[in-house]
């Protein structure tokens, strides 16, 4: 599947854009595997169990070579909630690229099959992707170009 | 730009894989969104009907093999990228192409 992800990047760069939904699973990284994954964004809730899984990834997809590595908070419910996974993080050297708060219209919007985006545009979920967007397009500006991303990829 | 959403099932990746990848897809970008979790489910959050999602044909594992070439492993396509594409990648909403991989692909760990 990662091969895949790497051979699309070939031809055109810079405005072609690959994103894979994948589970976190260490046995299924590898260098070969990730090699051109240029950011990885560990989704996690505020429990320990899932702040577990970003401290077990992200150490992981960095010695494997991706550059950017964020965690996303997902499913906040308070300032509490957000303190942790803050605290967590800034504890392991890993960077927060996003915080999602919980949001009701995510269940809804799953229960009708529909497309959060179509079935509430406007909803803080939605803005805060459009921030984590506003953070790749920054962050990543300069790794269009055919495996020439300056990283010397050594895999 | 090559971005890997990770993360435990029923974390909300699936969700914010979508809505990023539709964002994206609205700022001009040309996103391919690739669905490699076992339990497949970015087709529906990407807004795509079922009817369409029922025609598309997913990714074989055989698309893929390991290369060893002394320590090194790599993965390597078996077929062009534009054939695959072709072949199995479906258009959804804003433009966004999504292609879903078959099951766990063990051939590829280590």
Redesign the interface.
């Known amino acids: 599947?990662?091969?895949?992800?790497?051979?699309?990047?070939?031809g055109k760069q810079g405005?072609?854009?690959?994103?894979?939904?994948?589970?976190?699973s260490i046995?299924?990284m590898?260098?070969?595997?990730?090699?051109?994954?240029?950011?990885?964004?560990?989704?996690?809730?505020p429990y320990f169990r899932?702040l577990e899984?970003v401290g077990r990834?992200a150490p992981l997809a960095q010695e494997l070579g991706?550059e950017h590595v964020w965690a996303?908070a997902?499913?906040v419910r308070s300032a509490r909630d957000e303190e942790i996974i803050h605290s967590y993080c800034a504890d392991h050297g890993i960077e927060v690229g996003g915080v999602?708060q919980w949001d009701e219209a995510?269940q809804e919007a799953?229960r009708e099959?529909?497309?959060?985006?179509?079935y509430e545009p406007a909803a803080p979920?939605?803005v805060s992707?459009?921030r984590?967007?506003d953070l790749?397009?920054r962050e990543?500006v300069g790794?269009g170009g055919n495996g020439s991303s300056g990283r010397g990829d050594q895999? | 730009m090559k971005i890997a959403v990770a993360g435990k099932g029923g974390s909300g990746k699936t969700t914010i894989s979508a809505t990023l990848a539709r964002v994206l897809a609205r700022r001009g970008l040309r996103v391919t969104a690739i669905d490699g979790d076992p339990n497949p489910n970015l087709g529906v959050a990407l807004g795509m009907s079922q009817q369409r999602l029922g025609n598309l044909t997913r990714v074989p594992k055989e698309i893929m093999e390991v290369k060893e070439e002394g320590e090194r492993r790599t993965l390597v396509l078996t077929r062009p990228v534009e054939e695959i594409t072709a072949e199995y990648a479906t258009t959804g909403p804003d433009g966004v192409n999504l292609m879903v991989m078959t099951g766990v692909d063990h051939a590829g760990a280590g």
């Open positions: 599947m990662r091969g895949l992800l790497g051979e699309l990047a070939t405005e072609e854009v690959t994103i894979t939904d994948m589970e976190a046995e299924h590898s260098r070969a595997t990730v090699r051109h994954v240029e950011a990885m964004l560990i989704v996690t809730e899932s899984t990834i991706i996303v997902n499913k999602v995510i799953d099959g529909r497309a959060l985006l179509d979920a939605v992707v459009e984590i967007a790749l397009e990543m790794t895999s």
